[in-house]
């Protein structure tokens, strides 16, 4: 049986690695091919490329890259065509995985999804696009499968991958020997896994953490430095003109979330992590002035940090800004740290959020649903022969 794993950034890379393992226990003879990083190749993906370096977000980015996005539609859809896989497993990152998607129904491969794109919070038009280009959906979040069933989506509820990992996360030991000889308290600055995030955000958080400092001067900066050339080129241009001074610690951004008291971090996965660690956050996303002033009207929910989405209420400061919360954000972060009351009770909803996010297993449980999947469908999928003359037709339909 041969499987299509695409990731395109960081985190999806960390996922995929975990289901090919899983997908690989659970049946030894399977192949596994596609796009990820250097986590899903170490795990046995034979890897067409490596997508997490390419990673663009945004209208800017996406036009900027457009040539070469093409080119690697126009490579993935001559592939899929001449040797078509039994299935297509897409990791979040829509943009692009939508185009595999559409490329894999037309040349009659089934397609899952697994973790979904968050149109609970925007982008609800889209979820049409899901149900025609997709077989079955695979979600991470306990409120998601209600959602997607009501709407008319094949959806399976699996859990969130990040409790396998950070259930078996050991902090590295340069990370801990580095911060024997840091005191406390510590505010801990997570801007991202992207460049773009990185670019976007490191600098207001350096500015909210020098405010921070200002009323409490005892407080240590600290942040994990990727290993990833780019991001990691990203990192030491910014902190090079940091207006605070930061400990540049080594990549283990689960180590950091850990050992800090607070931390400024970005929307995203990552205040899921934090709330099953414990660690209290303020929330930081920068928009354009333009998508600040649309927001109310494109957002169906009233946060956008998942920790107070799967929350359902605000437990946590967040800011969605075009102009910078410097204040306000530096005052959250010197309450969590100075009022033992306040601390206290984030750290009670985010024990409510851990519960929420269940038992580890996601990784197995995903794999054992494609696996279920396939088999099910086997009876009435097309054989290989029919699947690449479908290929090869589709390929014609596209050029022509």
């Known amino acids: 049986m041969r499987v299509f794993v695409s990731a395109g950034e960081a985190s999806g890379d960390l996922h995929g690695a975990n289901l090919i393992r899983e997908l690989r226990a659970l049946d030894p003879t399977i192949q596994v091919e596609g796009y990820g990083g250097p986590r899903m190749r170490a795990a046995g993906q034979d890897q067409w490329e490596d997508l997490t370096t390419f990673a663009v977000m945004g209208l800017v980015a996406v036009v900027r890259h457009l040539d070469a996005l093409l080119a690697l539609l126009r490579r993935t859809r001559e592939r899929l065509a001449s040797h078509p896989p039994d299935a297509i497993v897409l990791i979040d990152y829509p943009g692009l995985h939508f185009q595999i998607a559409s490329m ?15 149109f609970w919070a925007w982008g609800a038009w889209r979820i049409g696009k899901l149900k025609r280009r997709t077989d ?48 406390r308290p510590r505010l801990g600055i997570l801007p991202g896994s992207r460049v773009q995030e990185i670019e976007k955000l490191l600098p207001t958080m350096l500015r909210i953490a020098a405010a ?27 902190l090079a003109a940091s207006p605070v001074p930061v400990v540049s610690l080594p990549d283990d951004p689960h180590g950091l979330m850990k050992t800090s008291d607070v931390c400024l971090v970005a929307s995203g996965t990552a205040t899921l992590e934090l709330a099953w660690i414990g660690t209290p956050m303020v929330v930081l996303y920068r928009v354009s002035p333009f998508a600040r002033a649309m927001a109310p009207l494109l957002l169906r929910t009233k946060s956008i940090g998942l920790v107070n989405v799967v929350a359902g209420r605000r437990i946590v400061p967040e800011y969605l800004f075009a102009r910078e919360p410097i204040a306000e954000a530096s005052a959250d972060v010197v309450e969590m740290l100075t009022k033992p009351g306040r601390a206290d009770e984030v750290r009670r909803d985010l024990a409510r959020v851990h519960d929420l996010l269940g038992s580890a297993g996601a990784s197995t449980r995903t794999a054992s649903a494609v696996l279920r999947f396939l088999r099910e469908k086997d009876g009435h999928a097309p054989t290989l022969d029919q699947r690449t003359r479908a290929a090869r037709s589709g390929v014609d339909e596209v050029s022509g």
């Open 136 to 183: 079955h959906a695979l979600v991470i979040l306990p409120f998601e499968p209600a959602f997607y069933a009501e709407r008319g989506v094949d959806v399976e509820y699996v859990g969130h991958p990040v409790v396998d990992h950070l259930e078996t996360h050991q902090t590295d030991p340069a990370l801990e020997r580095a911060l024997a000889i840091v005191g």
């Open 104 to 118: 894999g129904k037309r040349l009659g491969i089934p397609v899952l999804y697994y973790i979904i794109p968050q």
């Open 212 to 238: 921070a400092r200002e009323r409490l001067p005892q407080l240590v900066v600290t942040t994990s430095i990727p290993a990833d050339a780019k991001r990691r080129a990203a990192f030491e241009h910014l």
